[in-house]
């Protein structure tokens, strides 16, 4: 992935600050960058660090792990590194030895990764070390990522009254409300997403492929330098009823609806839009109505997103909303039918992951946090599937819309898409 000069090693020392004053006497935190996995054959899926790693540490570097502990009321922190190794270099390129490593990263003490156990083992036998924190944002302590848990079972087996803790709270409390830096890098991925989709919208015709209508969002990301932040979401007709629809092979036909769900990233730092729209740029009068009607959602729910507001409220604005219109317009009989046809929360916090941590049914919005608003209806028997999401930032008194520059009311998309 292409760095950008606004997440610098400075961000990433101030992240790790925050965490040592939170540690206690006698506790560290180990935290590992992950591995890359095989896919096929000597094939290797693409490595993706680990969020909370990266957002510690600022490497993106496989098989690295980062170590902080407090000592005697003293914070300290290590980087493992693998050691060189010239073979595999001439594969993957070369990694920073570790000097280089430690002025990268601003980590003094850089370690091979087979200096671990041995530092561990020290730590926790002279008594200094008695709790480990691990990163488990997994649901159960069985699905923690390898080697996290192996290490996990192993220092228990050797060590059985060392307290094993979970720090994925900290760093969703941490992670909820944004600096600076990272407003500044979804910003950038919010700006590319907004030209990819528009360029995409502008060459959709009936006829063409749902993957070749994604390839032009793909030549707009890629032209920018940014990553996608998510397997892009390319449905016409029925297949838009489906939520994670992926495939995006099928033929665009004259009258469908299309639907996408999609966003770049920088800096791992997401966009996540959804539109739909008429393939040959006109609505059908029951596609219009349809669309009006989740717009209506998702307009109130806009104008209810300021600080102090709680996020699952927003959800139930635009079901409401959604609700009433479907009663007025005779598609229901009464609003709690609505379930039939809202299939999804109309939203998420939004970060180094499309779905970021921090979800939590009492959270009260905060400036600068940021998270997405997606209310959707879905008709399969009509082949009419219609969601509407944009990436918002609670400001002072309300939020900003980052992706609003996309064409969303009726009378914009059809004067886009016939221009």
């Not at 070390?129 to 944002?137: I, P, Y």
């Not at 923690?144 to 060590?159: F, H, I, N, S, Y």
């Not at 009006?292 to 209810?304: D, K, P, R, S």
Request: proline letters at 5%; hydrophobic letters at 40%.
């Amino acid at each position: 992935m292409r760095r950008s000069k606004m997440l610098d090693r400075q961000f990433h020392i101030s992240r790790r600050e925050k965490f040592l004053e939170f540690l206690k006497d006698g506790q560290a935190g180990i935290f590992f960058a992950g591995s890359t996995k095989m896919m096929a054959g000597d094939e290797e899926y693409p490595f993706s660090v680990n969020r909370n790693f990266f957002y510690l540490t600022g490497c993106e570097e496989p098989d690295t792990v980062y170590l902080a502990y407090r000592q005697k009321g003293a914070g300290k922190e290590v980087l493992f590194i693998r050691r060189p190794d010239p073979r595999l270099e001439r594969y993957e390129g070369p990694r920073p030895g570790k000097a280089e490593a430690g002025q990268k990263y601003g980590i003094a003490e850089v370690c091979f990764l087979d200096e671990l156990s041995g530092r561990l083992a020290e730590l926790i036998s002279c008594g200094g070390v008695g709790t480990l924190l691990f990163d488990q944002e997994e649901g159960t302590w069985q699905d923690m990522a390898e080697p996290v848990r192996q290490t996990a079972d192993r220092l228990k087996k050797d060590w059985p009254r060392l307290a094993v803790e979970n720090a994925a709270p900290w760093f969703a409390r941490m992670r909820r409300v944004k600096q600076p830096e990272e407003i500044a890098a979804h910003r950038i991925a919010c700006r590319t997403t907004v030209e990819a989709v528009r360029y995409m919208m502008a060459h959709t015709r009936p006829e063409m492929t749902e993957g070749q209508m994604e390839a032009y969002f793909d030549f707009i990301v890629k032209s920018r330098g940014c990553g996608h932040a998510f397997a892009t979401v390319a449905a016409t007709g029925k297949n838009a009823c489906i939520l994670h629809y992926s495939a995006n092979r099928d033929k665009i036909k004259e009258g469908d609806l299309v639907l996408v769900d999609l966003g770049a990233s920088w800096e791992y730092y997401c966009a996540d839009v959804s539109r739909t729209f008429p393939a040959n740029g006109k609505f059908t009068p029951r596609q219009r109505l349809l669309y009006e009607i989740v717009l209506a959602g998702l307009t109130a729910a806009l104008e209810a997103a300021k600080p102090g507001q709680r996020k699952d409220e927003l959800q139930l604005i635009s079901k409401r909303v959604m609700a009433d219109e479907l009663v007025k317009a005779g598609i229901l009989s009464a609003p709690e039918e609505i379930e039939k046809y809202y299939l999804h929360g109309s939203g998420h916090f939004i970060g180094l992951y499309t779905h970021d941590v921090g979800e939590d049914p009492e959270n009260l919005l905060q400036k600068n946090m940021m998270f997405t608003l997606e209310p959707g209806l879905y008709f399969p028997e009509e082949g009419i599937g219609i969601r509407i999401e944009d990436t918002l930032l609670v400001t002072e008194d309300g939020c900003e819309v980052l992706t609003a520059d996309i064409p969303k009311t009726v009378e914009e998309i059809e004067a886009f898409m016939q221009s």
